[in-house]
């Protein structure tokens, strides 16, 4: 069978941000998504001896940006990846919605998401799979999400409203359901302890929620997701069920509807939470 060659990592940083990494594991090359820091990230470069050939950005924030400055130092013509509707410094390719991204360096397609919520001009980075000859367990999509889709929550609604963020999630929702899920947070835990208050009889929730706990008591990470799990354990892509429509119309006082009115009003709740 033939072997994919790409491996994907996550460098952690920060209390709790991920910097992922796309390594052509043959030509010791690779991308990385969300530098927040270039420090951690140069060290593994150097480490593992692999060439940055390209950066990924999803969003603004200075904790998915903020190593742009130095690695454009450190490596000359550096691409750089990002959305074309947020002012990004560093970033050499902005990139709008449906857009289509050939990454040689890891033989790559990324089909670009527009999902605002988090932020107005938030990207995610989608591929049906990674490298050329994917092994059967690399034809899984991917989806670089930044801070839009978390495991078993969403990002918080800086500069979008909630309907802006319930339609980018129902498109998210409407991928393969073998997705697998990179966000750039380790926010699992804490989003499932809110999850298991607003859905309480979930019991795949539940054995997750147990796996989960034993992955952070051993500091391994919980991600990445996919798709299948989340649609079953996470709230905000649940606004459509009678659970979750019953607990967010008693955290408002009044009967909600199913979809957006469900999901702004979990949001909310959380945000007090
Ligand atoms: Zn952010």
Not at 70 to 75: S, Y
Not at 105 to 115: C, D, N, Q, R, Y
Not at 119 to 124: L, S
Not at 244 to 251: D, T
Request: hydrophobic share 40%; charged share 20%.
């Amino acid at each position: 069978m033939t072997q994919s060659n790409i491996d994907v990592q996550a460098i952690p940083i920060f209390n709790d941000n991920y910097i992922w990494i796309i390594i052509n594991v043959n030509a010791k090359t690779c991308v990385a998504v969300d530098p927040g820091d270039a420090a951690p990230l140069i060290a593994f470069l150097e480490s593992q001896k692999l060439t940055l050939e390209a950066v990924l950005i999803t969003h603004h924030h200075q904790d998915h940006t903020g190593g742009l400055d130095q690695l454009h130092k450190q490596i000359s013509n550096l691409n750089v990846y990002g959305p074309e509707l947020e002012s990004i410094q560093g970033v050499t390719h902005p990139l709008e919605d449906q857009q289509v991204v050939k990454l040689a360096a890891i033989e790559t397609v990324f089909t670009i998401m527009h999902t605002p919520g988090h932020t107005a001009g938030h990207i995610c980075y989608y591929a049906e799979h990674l490298g050329e000859s994917p092994s059967s367990d690399q034809q899984k999509p991917w989806l670089f999400c930044g801070d839009t889709l978390f495991s078993g929550g969403c990002g918080r609604l800086f500069e979008g409203t909630p309907a802006q963020m319930y339609s980018s999630l129902q498109r998210i929702s409407g991928l393969p359901k073998n997705t697998n899920i990179c966000c750039t947070h380790e926010y699992t835990l804490a989003n499932l302890r809110f999850a298991n208050l607003v859905d309480e009889s979930n019991s795949s929730l539940k054995n997750y929620i147990t796996k989960v706990e034993n992955l952070r008591r051993d500091d391994q990470m919980s991600l990445p997701s996919n798709l299948a799990l989340e649609l079953e354990i996470n709230p905000f892509l649940r606004a459509n069920k009678p659970a979750l429509i019953a607990a967010a119309s008693r955290f408002k006082g009044e009967k909600l509807e199913a979809g957006v009115d469900t999901f702004a009003a979990l949001r909310a709740w959380k945000d007090v939470s």
